[in-house]
C-alpha cells in the first residue's frame, strides 16, 4: 500500500469517528432543547404580594381565552428564577411556567 492510500485511510477514519461524535453531541442537544420546550419563560412580570401561581394562572388565562380554574390543571410548576441578569439590572426575576402538557406552550 503506498503512502498517500494509507494516508487516505487514516483520514478517512478520523472523519468517521469526527461524524460520530458530532451525531453524539447532537442527539444531546436534541434533548436539552426537548426539556427547555416544555418551559415558559416571562419576563418583566412585576413582583406582587398574591401568590405567584395564581397571578401568572390569571394573566395566562386572559390571553389564552379561557377560564381561570381551567388554566390552574394546565400548569405543573411556576417558580422565579433568580438570575443574575435580573440583579445587576434592578428588572424582576424571569417566571418559569411548567405546564403539564408540553402542547399548552404553543
Known amino acids: 500500500m503506498d503512502p498517500i492510500q494509507k494516508e487516505l485511510e487514516e483520514v478517512k477514519k478520523e472523519n468517521q469517528s469526527l461524524f460520530q461524535?458530532?451525531?453524539?453531541?447532537?442527539?444531546?442537544?436534541v434533548i436539552e432543547l426537548d426539556r427547555a420546550s416544555s418551559?415558559?419563560?416571562?419576563?418583566?412580570?412585576?413582583?406582587?404580594?398574591r401568590n405567584l401561581?395564581?397571578?401568572?394562572?390569571?394573566?395566562?388565562?386572559?390571553?389564552?381565552?379561557i377560564e381561570t380554574e381551567e388554566m390552574e390543571g394546565e400548569i405543573d410548576k411556576v417558580y422565579r428564577a433568580n438570575l443574575?441578569?435580573?440583579?445587576?439590572?434592578?428588572?424582576?426575576?424571569e417566571i418559569h411556567v411548567k405546564f403539564?402538557?408540553?402542547t399548552n406552550k404553543r
Request: net charge positive.
Open 21 to 29: 461524535i458530532n451525531k453524539d453531541l447532537t442527539d444531546t442537544i
Open 84 to 93: 443574575s441578569h435580573a440583579r445587576r439590572n434592578n428588572i424582576p426575576c
Open 53 to 65: 401561581t395564581e397571578q401568572i394562572t390569571t394573566i395566562l388565562a386572559e390571553v389564552l381565552g
Open 39 to 49: 418551559i415558559l419563560r416571562l419576563l418583566n412580570i412585576p413582583e406582587k404580594e
Open 100 to 102: 403539564v402538557k408540553r
